[in-house]
């Protein structure tokens, strides 16, 4: 029998999205932590994965609470307060959660994985003293994985919300519940998915945050957490094609206004790359690159990132809608 999550009208009118940064930190990391190859997201495993284990983020705390199947503890999910949260804000979350939630998140997931390791033994006896060392693991983790990439990832995410906005304006909420996901149907006002423990209204608070994602794989993930709302967590529309090269974009009239050699820095930028990289590929000298990149950077085209002794550049939303106008 497949689970089943009832509601009422008032649940249906507070049915919202969110575009969740810790969402994406813990299933790419799942993702990653794996060691399985992957037909759309391989570019970027093999791009981060020698960065996340070079900064010794594969045996740290996110390895004991994100394991590589099974359950994630709940209270790394904070309920997004708005449409599209910081990393800061749910970081504040995670650090702001009960002493008692996050026992028993504990304690859940070592009745499913065995004996708790002593990172989180620690965080079950003194949980105020360690979720700060969990959210510094967070941020370290977040800026050599996801905050490079996070342009691109969040333009996906944001074009699927808007597709689900329009069939919620055009055909209604049970529409859009019906059609979200292959595993889930919606009839006689209950929400139904396929192969997952029960659901209830006593074991959820009001309403549905729905969380499109890049790195869920096929499945519909849950959190339900009273008394906050109940997130359902779903791929997103476009992931096929998030890693895709796409056409290169007309640079001449971009060149007039920035430059030839930031407008190549720019198009170069498709994955990011570090100075010594960027010069490798371009023929400028690192002390060019490096000029043209801050100039870059403080126009807001472009966005640093540490990556051990390196540092990684990337472009912005700015500049990814910059190279799309230009592109035939």
Known sequence: MPAELAFSATDLALVRFAVSPMWEVGTSYRLLASGATHPVHQPWIQQVRPRVAAAGLDRGWLA?????????????????????????????????????????????????QGLLGSRLQALHASPQDRLARVTEEIEAYWELAIAPYW?????????????????????????????????????????????????????????????????????????????????LAYPARGIGALWESRPAPRTDAIA????????????????????????????????????????????????????????LYARTSVA?????AARP
Not at 280 to 294: D, E, F, K, M, N
Not at 298 to 308: E, I, K, N, Y
Not at 320 to 324: I, T
Request: proline share 8%.
């Open 64 to 112: 004991e609470l994100v394991p590589r199947s099974g359950y994630v503890a709940d209270f790394l999910n904070p309920a997004p307060a708005g449409p599209a949260p910081t990393l800061a804000q749910e970081l504040a979350g995670i650090r702001a959660a009960p002493a008692s939630r996050v026992r028993q998140d504990l304690e859940r997931l070592a009745d499913e």
């Open 151 to 231: 342009a691109r990832i969040r333009a996906v995410l944001d074009a699927d919300v808007f597709h689900r906005a329009r069939q919620v304006a055009e055909h209604g909420t049970g529409h859009l519940l019906n059609e979200l996901h292959p595993s889930a149907s919606w009839d006689d006002n209950a929400l139904r998915i396929a192969r997952r423990r029960a659901l209830s209204r006593q074991s959820a608070g009001e309403g549905l945050l729905l969380i499109p994602s890049a790195f869920t794989g096929p499945h519909l993930l849950t959190r339900l957490t009273p008394p906050e709302p109940p997130q």
């Open 256 to 311: 007039a206004v920035l430059g030839r050699s930031r407008t190549r820095l720019l198009t170069e930028l498709d994955s990011p790359a570090s100075t010594t990289e960027l010069a490798r590929r371009t023929g400028l000298s690192p002390a060019g690159v490096s000029q043209y990149l801050t100039a870059l950077r403080d126009a807001g085209l472009v966005s640093a990132h540490r990556a051990g002794r390196s540092v």
């Open 320 to 324: 990814e809608a910059v190279l799309s």
